[in-house]
């Protein structure tokens, strides 16, 4: 009996440790498609602070220990959209590739700025 309770006891522990990560990286309830700024030499806790407070990512933590292993490159500067729906680990995909929000411009044919 004292088998069966600690093998059930450890599978809940495995089932925890990896359903824990997933649930934490999907997107907050009532998350909305927001435009979010990363400042000029901003860190990731920074960052992650202010997502958590804007309700784009579910835990702060969890944003800021995903960004470990792109410690190096770091995220870049700049306005995204984050839409509805985006995982912890996607929006961090984005600021660490600098897939900033780009406006087209049409400068027609002649037109010179002297």
């Known amino acids: 009996m004292k088998l069966k309770a600690r093998l059930l006891y450890?599978?809940?522990?495995?089932?925890?440790a990896a359903g824990l990560p997933l649930y934490l990286n999907s997107p907050?309830?009532?998350?909305?498609?927001?435009v979010f700024s990363v400042k000029e030499g901003e860190s990731v806790k920074s960052a992650a602070r202010r997502l958590?407070?804007?309700?784009?990512?579910r835990?702060?933590?969890?944003?800021?220990?995903?960004?470990?292993?792109?410690?190096?490159?770091?995220?870049?500067?700049?306005?995204?959209?984050?839409?509805?729906?985006?995982s912890s680990t996607g929006i961090l995909a984005k600021m660490v590739r600098g897939?900033?929000?780009?406006?087209?411009?049409?400068?027609?044919?002649?037109?010179?700025?002297?």
């Open 52 to 57: 958590k407070k804007q309700n784009l990512v």
């Open 99 to 114: 897939r900033v929000i780009t406006h087209k411009i049409t400068i027609p044919e002649g037109f010179n700025l002297y």
């Open 59 to 86: 835990s702060e933590t969890f944003f800021t220990l995903a960004a470990l292993p792109v410690r190096g490159w770091g995220i870049k500067k700049g306005r995204y959209r984050i839409e509805q729906g985006l």
């Open 28 to 34: 907050p309830s009532l998350m909305r498609e927001e």
């Open 10 to 16: 450890l599978a809940g522990v495995l089932l925890l």
